[in-house]
């Protein structure tokens, strides 16, 4: 079993920057994919990015690109995502999943998920 916890989350004005965490413990953390996601009240959730359990392979979804960042401190059992030159639009919630065979693009996918941080960016 693997429990998440995302924080780092919280209120930012237009063009600053969130670096946002999540935290596993239980099982070995080396061992699971992680993956980011986010939720918009009113919207699909979205695949922002994944990463491999040893943190060799990243992608993002096209429209992430460029503004993210996925990282992972295997020391500290934790996943980062960076988020830069934030705008209203990407307020929502945040959430980090993982598993071992991943990452997967798709949320439903992951055996473990966490309950989400949230970003919330004012104009």
């Known amino acids: 079993q693997v429990q998440l916890a995302e924080s780092g989350g919280g209120s930012v004005q237009a063009g600053g920057s969130l670096r946002l965490s999540c935290t596993a413990s239980?099982?070995?953390?080396?061992?699971?994919?992680m993956g980011w996601f986010r939720q918009a009240p009113g919207k699909e959730r979205e695949f922002i990015a994944g990463?491999?359990?040893?943190?060799?392979?990243?992608y993002y979804a096209d429209s992430m690109k460029g503004r993210f960042t996925i990282s992972r401190d295997k020391a500290k059992n934790t996943v980062l995502l960076q988020v830069n030159s934030l705008k209203p639009e990407d307020t929502a919630v945040y959430l980090c999943?993982?598993?071992?065979?991943?990452?997967?693009?798709?949320?439903?996918?992951?055996?473990?998920r966490g309950q989400g941080t949230q970003v919330t960016v004012s104009s």
């Open positions: 999943a993982a598993d071992p065979r991943g990452p997967y693009s798709s949320y439903e996918d992951y055996d473990y």
């Open positions: 990463i491999s359990e040893n943190g060799d392979f990243v």
């Open positions: 239980g099982r070995t953390f080396r061992d699971y994919a």
